[in-house]
């Protein structure tokens, strides 16, 4: 693994919202996401779990300054008494970019040993060709942030 090219970006204003339901199906998170959109809501990170034709929990990320936005678009839907919606603030998000995780061993296992050694209980972890995002409580920030730049090294760090 190259740490010369890994850039570490934080950004520590950020909201989680959580989606779960027995059944949701795809209609369901098109309608959802729809409502965010037309309340003008940028979705951040994104994780869902799906089994057959139904999704069973998921979990997205957007900025703090959206999080009235947010309550105010999902408030048709808590309606529907087999969703369950959280939305939550004070969550930070760590981006490791520069890296190509098809090609680098390692990578996983760095960003998990940083969060064990932080004692961060990471509540969203997703990944592309080239970044990793962690979404952590922004309580652990500092320490977290800390065993990251020890794993992958002082890397460019914008915030």
Known sequence: MNQK?????????????EVRGL??????????????????ICID???LASTGHRLDNLIFSVV?????????????FKKNTALRISVQGGYSKITLKGMNLS????IASGCFSALSQAGAEPTLVTAS???LSVLVQTEAL???????EDIFGSANQEI
Request: charged share 30%; hydrophobic share 45%; glycine share 4%.
């Open 64 to 76: 703090s300054q959206d999080f009235s936005k947010v309550l105010k678009a999902v408030a048709r």
């Open 5 to 17: 090219e890994i850039d570490i970006v934080v950004s520590d204003d950020v909201v989680r919202v």
């Open 142 to 148: 500092d320490r977290t942030l800390s065993c990251f």
């Open 103 to 106: 090609e680098e061993r390692g």
């Open 129 to 131: 060709g080239t970044t």
């Open 23 to 40: 059944e949701l199906p795809i209609d369901t998170s098109h309608a959802l996401f729809s409502a965010l959109a037309e309340a003008g």
């Open 45 to 47: 990170l994104l994780c």
